[in-house]
């Protein structure tokens, strides 16, 4: 079983910046790939950033350039920085600890973090 507890959403203008951090419990973090996804009311989980075990990332398209996404395997923690926010990029942010098989399919996720951009 996989535990993943997200951090450091909030209320943040347009233009700032804010740095999420998702603490796991498992032995497997660091053969894991890790994600985060957003979620808005009355849609589907997307996919925002996902890093794998060698350190390779893929971003969605609207957040290239603004989003950087890490990890520390020694602390199992995975952050997602986010800077040059727009009101668009609010929502929940879900932590994800991504397949053993599929490392594109999550497995696991957090409880979720709200973040809220205001214009």
């Known amino acids: 079983q996989v535990q993943l507890v997200e951090s450091g959403g909030g209320l943040v203008q347009a233009g700032g910046s804010l740095r999420l951090s998702c603490a796991a419990s498992?032995?497997?973090?660091?053969?894991?790939?890790m994600g985060w996804y957003r979620q808005t009311p009355g849609k589907q989980r997307d996919m925002v950033a996902i890093?794998?075990?060698?350190?390779?990332?893929d971003y969605a398209d609207s957040v290239k350039g603004r989003f950087t996404i890490s990890r520390d395997n020694a602390k199992k923690t995975v952050y997602l920085q986010m800077n040059s926010l727009k009101p668009e990029d609010t929502g929940v942010y879900y932590c994800?600890?991504?397949?053993?098989?599929?490392?594109?399919?999550?497995?696991?996720w957090g409880q979720g973090t709200q973040v809220t951009v205001s214009s």
């Open positions: 994800s600890a991504q397949g053993l098989v599929n490392w594109r399919a999550p497995d696991y």
């Open positions: 890093i794998t075990t060698g350190g390779t990332t």
């Open positions: 498992t032995s497997t973090f660091s053969i894991r790939s």
